[in-house]
């Protein structure tokens, strides 16, 4: 196994990444056949559980996108699980020191670099010799969520954490942590400052970083910023919104 999304990085690409917040394969094959490089099931705050992000995996199967997952929490079962599962990439909500950071790794990585427990059950083929476990340190992504005040007083120690590959910004954590309104596509001067801060400092390190968006036009403008991942909104909101512009299209009034 490969890792495309790196490469993608490595050769100076920005990536273009679907969001799953409903539990069904069907919407994930839909999803699925949309031309995103990476599509994230979201076990946080979609509506997804273990069974519905194997069925979301399942149904994408044949389709491009490298399948990744958000985690509810830095706890090592549900880390390790996923992998098992089948990610590529493991995105992990509020990281906020180092020590933090090096839990999540620890939790994500073989032996010798971490501590993860051998069964991929569904990540290698059963039964049979697989060289999974001897590149899945390396081909698998980790990547932590920046998206508290604390993060931001610890971030270059948590930058220097070896085995992580990008930075994942959670703009309305963010931006909620610093007294604002939980939003995404923020326009305040002080986070338009902090994201270039988290590019300087994850370009310095030769790693990414990696931003969710609402609109499809702020995610561009953040691809020209310096942003290597981008996020539109999630197949939920992209649902509701294709809905909502279509019932308006063929009404006189907004009601
Ligand atoms: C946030 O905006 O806080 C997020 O976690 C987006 O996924
Ligand atoms: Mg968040």
Not at 51 to 56: G, K, P
Not at 57 to 83: C, D, S, T, Y
Not at 103 to 115: E, L, S, V
Not at 228 to 244: E, H, P, W, Y
Request: with cysteine; hydrophobic share 40%; glycine share 8%.
């Amino acid at each position: 196994m490969a890792n495309r999304l790196k490469e993608q990085w490595r050769q100076g690409k920005a990536t273009v990444n679907g969001w799953l917040a409903i539990p069904s394969a069907f919407s994930a094959e839909v999803m699925a056949q949309a031309g995103w490089d990476s599509v994230t099931v979201d076990l946080q705050h979609g509506v997804q559980d273990y069974l519905s992000m194997i069925a979301c995996f399942q149904a994408m199967e044949k389709h491009p996108p490298l399948p990744m997952v958000r985690v509810p929490w830095n706890e090592p079962g549900i880390i390790g699980k996923v992998l098992d599962g089948g990610a590529y990439g493991v995105i992990c909500p509020m990281i906020n020191t180092a020590d933090e950071a090096r839990a999540f790794i620890r939790a994500a990585k073989y032996p010798p670099q971490g501590a993860r427990s051998n069964g991929p059950i569904r990540a290698a083929p059963y039964g049979v010799q697989s060289p999974y476990q001897a590149t899945a340190n390396q081909e698998t992504l980790c990547i932590p969520m920046i998206e508290t005040r604390e993060a931001l007083d610890n971030l270059e120690a948590i930058l220097d954490v070896p085995g992580i590959d990008a930075i994942y910004i959670g703009p309305s954590d963010l931006g909620f942590s610093l007294g604002m309104t939980p939003k995404l596509d923020r326009e305040e001067p002080e986070i338009l400052k902090i994201y270039e801060r988290l590019i300087r400092e994850t370009e310095k390190r030769g790693i990414f970083a990696g931003l969710h968006n609402l609109s499809p036009a702020y995610a561009r403008r953040m691809i020209g910023m310096g942003f290597k991942m981008v996020t539109i909104a999630n197949d939920s909101g992209l649902m509701f919104q294709a809905a909502r512009a279509a019932v308006l299209a063929v009404r006189d009034n907004t009601q």
